[in-house]
């Protein structure tokens, strides 16, 4: 049993919720930008999420904004908070920046490897990509960071 779980809770599953009641402002934040990431987009019309097949207007468009917000200084602390989570230590102070935080077409991706426990990686989802077409297209999830949030111990 792990510090910070019962007995026969899934690891993850308590990292999870750990995460959302200690950093809900932060998660507010994410969206918060995420929202105006993609409030820039054009949509098929305004009743649809804004979509665009332009990459570079998600990842560095994101990355950029979330450093404008002063939000993603903030992401590798969800490390500390998952560690602990788990009961242990993270070997190293993550930092904002590969190999502890990347931001991807989804979404920032923080992850650390933990002493006896694995590889920690949390997912702060926000976009969704189709690559049912001919290239990628990339939307506006309709749910905030907290229902999308996702935590894996590989």
């Known amino acids: 049993m792990s510090a910070g779980t019962a007995e026969g809770d899934d690891p993850a599953d308590a990292v ?13 934040a994410v ?4 929202d105006a990431v993609a409030d820039r ?9 804004p979509r665009t097949a332009d990459r570079d207007a998600v990842v560095p468009t994101l990355r950029a904004a979330l450093v404008a917000a002063d ?8 490390l500390a908070t998952g560690a602990n989570a788990l009961g242990v230590d ?3 102070s993550p930092v904002p920046a590969p190999p502890y935080l990347v931001v ?8 650390a490897t933990l ?8 997912t702060v989802r926000v976009f969704d990509v189709d690559r049912t077409g001919a290239s990628p297209r990339y939307r506006r999830l309709d749910r905030g960071v907290r229902e999308t949030l996702t935590v894996e111990l590989r």
């Open 41 to 49: 987009w054009d949509g098929p019309d305004r009743g649809d999420a």
């Open 71 to 78: 939000v993603l200084d903030r992401l590798p602390a969800l």
């Open 104 to 111: 991807t077409a989804t979404g920032p991706v923080v992850r």
């Open 16 to 28: 999870r919720e750990r995460l959302l009641s200690e950093h809900g402002s932060l998660f507010d």
């Open 90 to 92: 993270l070997p190293a």
């Open 115 to 122: 002493p006896d426990r694995g590889r920690l990686v949390i």
């Open 31 to 34: 969206d918060a930008v995420a």
